[in-house]
């Protein structure tokens, strides 16, 4: 890796009078490549997921004025920072402030917790963001080119409908949804399989990890690449969980104390989300932990505490998107801690719920603090009050509005408690388009076969 490393700096700078940003992957068996090639090809040749060579730290004048920045700004600063190489400022800041039209708010529930809500955007999900991010990226990338570009997605349920609506009617592309039958909720569902024109949704006779291996099936089939161009848009795609990363900082920035000890609650499926709080924290946000809390599929609540990594099918919970059991970043956090558990211990503590207990913290905070959470969002609050130590302050992610889970939800606070905002209203009245498959790779294959 070192020499293949070497030889495309080296050739990067003749080339360019620069040394541009490489990412490399994380099986460390093919050649370092450009932002472009990360992005358009998703997966590396070797099956690993893209790395950036360095993360540097921003300077300590970002953080003395980040408190008069508003979530554009502080976000075009940290994107800098890994796309500042290859994409001309001016077009970098016009795809950073077309996908920021939304704010991600910190909202206090208690008196030392907050939530950060990141379900204002489009979908009313957290992947608003990378979705939009990506899709304007790669549709910069793809401006000189001629070929359309399949985007080939699984969901749990939120990437799915984020991607979809992120990518609609972008030229040159179409996007692929790969998602388990009967394993989301029907607002999710709806979100993507009503949209038609250049999005096609696939239902899967399988699990979500069984969507994905067919996904990195297709990658690795070397004879359909070179007949199509493929790639993906979940969290392996370095352009969907990169900018993740800002609204990390955008939570700081709204803090109004922040002597505290700060500690991020993460509810973690396929661990993009987290793994983007570890790149912040490395680009010098000054969090002192990450809670990875999980559902019932509590695989790297095991590693955790034994140090063994062991992938198990995953098990379904009303914490849908979670419901992951071979999660695809963790890859990349063994990468940045070089495979040191007790580093990787230090900075992330981990925790388990059972749909059960999801339920009681639902109703509990309803009816002590007034606030409405989502399941996912459930399982990063309880998370915090367990674990908070005095003298922190916790911010949980709450990753989706709880209308897109409303039967869940009001079974729990009660019939007509959960408002449904007019943007998810309107996609329920759509009609349901989809395609069904086996979880089968022959029958996928044979439908890509058919594409252009």
């Not at 695989?299 to 099918?313: A, E, M």
């Not at 007034?370 to 915090?384: K, N, S």
């Amino acid at each position: 890796m070192a020499y293949w490393k070497a030889i495309s700096l080296c050739r990067n700078f003749y080339e360019n009078d620069q040394i541009k940003m490489k990412y490399y992957s994380t099986n460390h068996n093919t050649p370092d490549v450009s932002l472009e090639i990360a992005v358009t090809q998703g997966l590396a040749s070797d099956r690993g997921l893209f790395m950036p060579e360095r993360i540097d730290p921003l300077p300590s004048s970002f953080f003395r004025e980040i408190g008069s920045m508003n979530f554009q700004e502080i976000s075009f600063e940290v994107a800098k920072k890994f796309f500042g190489e290859d994409i001309p400022e001016q077009i970098l800041k016009k795809i950073v402030f077309d996908t920021l039209s939304f704010d991600t708010p910190l909202v206090k529930v208690n008196d030392n917790i907050y939530s950060l809500e990141l379900f204002h955007g489009p979908t009313s999900a957290f992947k608003d963001v990378g979705a939009r991010f990506m899709a304007r990226l790669l549709a910069h990338f793809l401006e000189k080119e001629k070929k359309m570009v399949h985007v080939l997605v699984a969901t749990s349920g939120d990437t799915g409908s984020a991607v979809a609506n992120g990518f609609l009617g972008v030229p040159g592309i179409h996007v692929h949804v790969l998602y388990p039958k009967g394993k989301v909720s029907e607002i999710q569902e709806k979100q993507f399989t009503t949209l038609g024109q250049n999005i096609t949704a696939l239902e899967i006779d399988g699990t979500f990890d069984d969507c994905q291996a067919l996904v990195k099936s297709a990658f690795m089939d070397e004879v359909l690449k070179k007949r199509i161009t493929i790639t993906s848009a979940n969290s392996i795609n370095v352009a969907r969980f990169l900018p993740q990363a800002f609204y990390y900082f955008n939570a700081w920035a709204k803090l109004e104390d922040k002597s505290r000890k700060i500690v991020f609650s993460v509810p973690s499926g396929n661990f993009g989300n987290l793994t983007a709080g570890l790149f912040a924290k490395r680009l010098g946000l000054p969090v002192s932990k990450f809670i990875a809390a999980n559902n019932l599929n509590d695989i790297v609540f095991k590693y955790l505490q034994t140090g063994v990594y062991t992938p198990q099918p995953s098990i379904s919970t009303i914490a849908n998107a979670m419901d992951v059991g071979d999660p695809s970043n963790f890859a990349r956090i063994l990468d940045l801690y070089q495979n040191n558990h007790k580093a990787i211990a230090n900075d992330i503590v981990g925790t388990t719920y059972s749909d059960d207990q999801i339920r009681e913290t639902l109703l509990s905070v309803y009816k002590t603090a007034g606030y409405l959470l989502d399941p996912h969002g459930a399982v990063g609050f309880r998370a915090l009050a367990e674990l908070l130590k005095k003298g922190e302050t916790g911010i949980f992610l709450e990753t989706a509005h709880p209308a897109k889970f409303t039967e869940t939800v009001e079974q729990v606070v009660g019939k007509g408690n959960v408002l449904m905002p007019e943007k998810l209203h309107a996609f329920m009245k759509g009609k349901k388009l989809s395609l069904e498959f086996s979880d089968k790779y022959e029958s996928f294959r044979a439908y890509l076969d058919r594409l252009e």
